[in-house]
């Protein structure tokens, strides 16, 4: 087992610190228009401390979102793993997602471009992450197919339509409305899941 020492923690909180912040500041101005120097300004740092976790600007948005993509993996599988059944586990999962888009919005957006902004072995690597997300859901999809659950129609165009309900809500949610993010996600889970469910 791999206890990090109280100085590799805060090492490793740093590092958190700067991805989230590059990616914040990246998704608003553009990432060509932004500078190392101005994500070390946002975080009261030199911009040689920037480099000292970093190689260069591409380095430090390609680890920003590499490190969004393997959460939200993290968490669709550990769904995959719970004792419910599947449409809980397709609704929890449209749940998370929903929340996680609204709570970082920022990453996300740039995520669903990659090709606008990466090459290749960073383009290749986190394309490969965000398929292997994509096929979660696929399989979530497929094992309500089979029992009977989820209408029977073409995997990957239902994913699509579902991602793109889910991903088009950061463009109108707003904080200050009635609902928080949990009761939000949930009335756009409900939502999803009367288009796929069998009728009874």
């Known amino acids: 087992m791999n206890i990090l020492s109280l100085r590799e923690k805060k090492a490793v909180k740093k590092k958190e610190e700067i991805l989230k912040s590059a990616v914040e500041i990246m998704a608003g101005k553009g990432y060509h228009a932004v500078t190392v120097e101005e994500v070390a300004s946002r975080l009261l740092m030199t911009k040689g401390s920037v480099y000292y976790y970093f190689n260069d600007k ?5 680890q920003s979102i590499r490190m969004l993509m393997e959460q939200t993996i993290d968490k669709i599988r550990s769904v995959l793993e719970e004792e419910i059944t599947i449409v809980e586990k ?3 999962a449209i749940v998370q997602h929903t929340i996680s888009i609204i709570s970082e919005r920022s990453g996300f957006s740039i995520s669903i471009r990659l090709e606008q902004i990466f090459t290749g072995r960073y383009l290749e690597e986190l394309i490969q992450l965000r398929e292997e997300y994509s096929e979660d859901f696929d399989t979530l999809l497929e094992k309500g197919m089979e029992e009977g659950l989820f209408i029977s129609t ?3 165009v239902v994913r699509n339509l579902i991602f793109g309900a889910m991903n088009g809500v950061v463009q109108w949610y ?3 409305g009635e609902m928080d ?5 949930e009335m756009i889970a409900n939502h999803l899941l009367r288009l796929i469910l069998k009728s009874k």
Do not use: G, I, P, T
């Open 58 to 62: 591409e380095d430090l948005l390609y």
């Open 90 to 92: 397709l609704k929890k």
């Open 154 to 156: 073409n995997v990957k």
């Open 174 to 176: 707003s904080q200050e």
């Open 181 to 185: 993010k949990k009761e939000f996600a």
